[in-house]
């Protein structure tokens, strides 16, 4: 299938297209320079430029968004909320009908479900909240869902939080989590990468509906999310455990 | 009270400013370049506004009452715009609330979100709204999602979504009458739910309310306006 993936440059980026590269074609796009190395076609593209989007889309048959911008309210609007809406806008244009999406799991599962429940579920009704990460994203996510509802578009979102080297342990901000616990929304870059190749070739006639969302984390302990829809339903399944961060020393 | 009213340029803007002009001391805001005359609906002085991340819409909430959101029919504007404005200025605007403790905050939506229904159920308040991808009906559908995040997550605001009817008709309620439109909205109708919607006691936090003249064989029904602002029945006592 030819996929244009969207905000390539991304800490996913990389590990998204090595699990597609040489099974699809691939336009890898960002906003900007190319950060690593792959044989896919390369194209500067700013996700919150509709005119941008639309024009990278032609010719597609998938398109996968792992842009984000979380710290400007400008930026994070522009990207996490418009991004979406120019994808969905690019799907109609050219007939498009598979949109997989990413995100963090708190634009679903915000502070009102985690900081009281457990064995949270991807089909929950979102509460976000209102901090701007997940607030922008989560709107993405409405506009695909209203999108799903009136066109003949099948949106799959992957809902991620932490990633982990799973030999020294590290997130990528440096941090090594040995036996003190993590967040219990964690996964490898490698099993995160490919839960988004498993979107990408599933039957859409498999899918229950036009929208569905899964919890990718690995098999965990905590009971705090459940990520048995992504393994069900995906056919995902973890490599990774990552139980050097979740026992005692 | 001291109320500001944005998009107060356009048609429902200048309705809102003329409902409550006569009760409150309003400050008119839109959007720079926006609207011909540069005065709002009661011929007061509309101040030019981006509503913007910075400390210029703290400046411009602080000290109000409350605030009257245009959301749906406050702008005409491409889809890009439009969502822009719907979502980050919403945004700003309750961010801004929070910042300098003003507690009510009313968004005037639309009905329309409700249009896939067919027209023999009884949708109230509490039936999912449905909203298509056109960019004015999905970018207010996104404004009101931010209003209610914010009034989920911050226990010192209280935020009223007005879906309002269509179509607006100026005069009383028996103009709405005579147009035959099942959802019509009569400014005499929006005033009154206007004027409850900002001085009502609330019995919660998050309130999206249906709105529309009681015409004969009325659209909507608006069993929680009722219930919690008193509209229709109450207020027309």
Redesign the interface.
């Known amino acids: 299938m030819n996929v244009l993936v969207l905000g390539g440059n991304g800490m996913l980026g990389p590990w998204v297209v090595a699990a597609l590269e040489g099974r699809h074609s691939l336009l890898v796009t960002d906003i900007s320079d190319l950060k690593f190395k792959t044989t896919a076609e390369y194209r500067k593209v700013d996700a919150g430029n509709i005119r941008q989007v639309v024009a990278a889309a032609a010719g597609m048959d998938v398109v996968v968004n792992l842009s984000v911008l979380r710290h400007d309210r400008q930026l994070a609007f522009d990207v996490s909320t418009r991004g979406n809406y120019n994808m969905a806008v690019a799907a109609v244009t050219h007939g498009i009908r598979r949109l997989i999406n990413t995100g963090p799991h708190f634009q679903l599962a915000g502070p009102n479900y985690e900081d009281h429940d457990h064995d949270l579920s991807p089909d929950m009704p979102p509460q976000p909240g209102s901090r701007l990460y997940a607030l922008t994203k989560a709107l993405g996510q409405e506009v695909l869902r209203v999108y799903s509802t009136r066109h003949d578009i099948y949106v799959q979102t992957l809902l991620f939080y932490n990633f982990y080297d799973p030999v020294t342990m590290r997130t990528p901000g440096g941090q090594q989590r040995i036996g003190v616990d993590l967040t219990p929304f964690s996964v490898a870059w490698q099993d995160a990468g490919e839960a988004v190749r498993l979107a990408v070739e599933i039957e859409l006639g498999r899918l229950p509906s036009r929208c569905e969302t899964y919890n990718v984390f690995t098999d965990l302990p905590h009971g705090k999310f459940s990520n048995s829809k992504a393994r069900h339903q995906l056919g995902w399944q973890p490599r990774h455990f990552l139980e050097a961060a979740w026992t005692r020393r | 009270m001291k109320l500001l009213i944005t998009a107060a340029t356009s048609r429902l803007g200048a309705a809102a400013a003329d409902a409550l002009g006569k009760k409150h001391d309003l400050v008119l805001t839109d959007l720079p370049g926006k609207g011909r005359a540069g005065r709002g609906g009661t011929g007061s002085a509309v101040k030019r506004h981006e509503l913007g991340?910075d400390a210029s819409t703290d400046s411009l909430v602080k000290g109000l009452d409350g605030i009257v959101h245009v959301g749906y029919g406050g702008h005409e504007m491409e889809?890009?715009p439009l969502?822009?404005y719907l979502?980050?200025c919403t945004?700003?605007l309750?961010t801004a609330c929070l910042a300098t403790g003003v507690r009510r905050f009313v968004y005037l939506h639309t009905l329309h979100v409700f249009d896939t229904y067919e027209p023999h159920l009884t949708v109230t308040e509490r039936w999912k709204p449905?909203?298509?991808?056109e960019p004015p009906v999905?970018a207010a559908?996104?404004g009101e999602?931010?209003c209610r995040?914010?009034a989920?997550?911050?226990h010192q605001l209280e935020v009223v979504s007005l879906r309002l009817g269509f179509p607006l008709v100026d005069g009383a309620r028996s103009a709405a009458a005579r147009t035959k439109e099942a959802a019509a909205l009569a400014t005499a109708d929006l005033a009154l739910a206007l004027d409850l919607a900002i001085s009502a006691k609330l019995p919660k936090r998050w309130n999206p309310l249906h709105v529309q003249s009681p015409v004969p064989g009325a659209r909507f029904l608006m069993t929680h306006a009722e219930e919690a602002i008193g509209y229709p029945k109450k207020a027309s006592r």
């Open positions: 991340h889809a890009t969502l822009d979502t980050r945004y700003n309750l449905l909203p298509g991808t999905l559908h996104l999602y931010v995040e914010f989920r997550e911050h």
